[in-house]
């Protein structure tokens, strides 16, 4: 599985991008998604997960009400809507997919919950 991430780039304080993680090779396997976010200096964090299964979708406190995690099957593409941006939110995001998920309504924003990953979109925010 390959996956490929783009949409990042500069935006002002309360503007918005949209996130995409598009993915190829054996993609029938994969059965949830994430979106991780690394800052200089600071952990990877888990920000969003999308369940293939059921489709039910997952959110850190730090983004709940302004990110919102979808999908389109027939494009085989995971999005990452980020409305109301902060400059707390600048960041390398990175998409993720895992064939197999553990109890993924528990550990979806665990970084060793997945198998793959994408190379990363830098996204800035700032005036």
């Known amino acids: 599985v390959q996956l490929q991430a783009s949409g990042g780039g500069l935006v002002q304080p309360g503007g918005s991008l949209r996130l995409s993680c598009a993915a190829s090779?054996?993609?029938?396997?994969?059965?949830?998604m994430g979106w991780f976010r690394q800052a200089p200096g600071r952990e990877r964090e888990g920000i969003a997960g999308?369940?293939?299964?059921?489709?039910?979708?997952y959110y850190s406190r730090s983004v709940r009400g302004r990110f919102t995690i979808s999908s389109d099957n027939a494009k085989n593409t995971v999005y990452l809507q980020m409305n109301n941006l902060k400059p707390d939110d600048t960041a390398v995001y990175y998409c993720?997919?895992?064939?197999?998920?553990?109890?993924?309504?528990?550990?979806?924003?665990?970084?060793?919950?997945?198998?793959?990953w994408g190379q990363g979109t830098l996204v800035t925010v700032s005036s």
């Open positions: 993720a997919a895992v064939p197999s998920p553990v109890q993924y309504n528990i550990l979806w924003d665990e970084w060793d919950e997945y198998n793959y």
């Open positions: 090779g054996s993609i029938l396997s994969i059965n949830a």
């Open positions: 999308i369940s293939n299964l059921d489709g039910s979708t």
